[in-house]
T-cell receptor
Framework: GAGVSQSPRYKVAKRGQDVALRCDPI?????LFWYQQALGQGPEFLTY????????KSGLPSDRFFAERPEGSVSTLKIQRTQQEDSAVYLC???????????????FGSGTRLTVV | LAKTTQPISMDSYEGQEVNITCSHN???????ITWYQQFPSQGPRFIIQ???TKVTNEVASLFIPADRKSSTLSLPRVSLSDTAVYYC???????????FGAGTRLFVKA
């Protein structure tokens, strides 16, 4: 497709449930980022992939969060045993560049809004 | 990564020029200044990027003084559709992370 696609757009999970959020980046894009955006706040960095390699996962808030990109294209962000504080919009971004999100050439998806009840 | 400070919100009217200033006192030599725009229920969208002096594109201008400790995003003749959150970011384009602050919520009124 022409843009970054994220699914589902909305997800309601019961506390303790596991969820999986999918990101389809623009075809051929090397870099892929995941961000978490709480209501009224700016996006916060979670993790970065260069192709299939996860080069930085320092932003993942706990070991309940896990991301993968096994074939260097589609990525999945998994959250185990969801908690209410995990409620947020999860954004994915991709780029043909092999580093550096501070700039042009990065396309964000519309995000997945996760609500934990 | 340098911290940025911007106003929480701003109001304007259609047809006016809007200037949003961002402070980044600890900007490093290799850092660039980038502005993003975000509409509700959408991801951020790149607006403009610069290193020093002035940069202009089809949607905005970016003014950066010589000391680079601040920058001003200028939106000419705003319309209702410019109502959005605007983020100022500072960082090395060779790095991996991007740090977003809380942004400036711009409300454009008719």
């Amino acid at each position: 497709g022409a843009g970054v696609s994220q699914s589902p757009r909305y997800k309601v999970a019961k506390r303790g449930q596991d969820v999986a959020l999918r990101c389809d980046p623009i075809s051929g894009h090397v870099s892929l980022f995941w961000y978490q955006q709480a209501l009224g706040q700016g996006p916060e960095f979670l993790t970065y992939f260069q192709n299939e390699a996860q080069l930085d996962k320092s932003g993942l808030p706990s070991d309940r969060f896990f991301a993968e990109r096994p074939e260097g294209s589609v990525s999945t962000l998994k959250i185990q045993r969801t908690q209410q504080e995990d409620s947020a919009v999860y954004l994915c971004a991709s780029s043909a560049r092999d580093r550096g999100i501070v700039g042009n050439g990065y396309t964000f998806g519309s995000g997945t809004r996760l609500t934990v009840v | 990564l340098a911290k940025t400070t911007q106003p929480i919100s701003m109001d304007s009217y259609e047809g006016q020029e809007v200037n949003i200033t961002c402070s980044h006192n600890n900007i490093a030599t290799n850092d660039y200044i980038t502005w993003y725009q975000q509409f509700p229920s959408q991801g951020p969208r790149f607006i403009i990027q610069g290193y020093k002096t002035k940069v202009t594109n089809e949607v905005a201008s970016l003014f950066i003084p010589a000391d680079r400790k601040s920058s001003t995003l200028s939106l000419p003749r705003v319309s209702l559709s410019d109502t959005a959150v605007y983020y100022c970011l500072v960082g090395d384009i060779g790095g991996f992370k991007t740090i977003f602050g809380a942004g400036t919520r711009l409300f454009v009124k008719a």
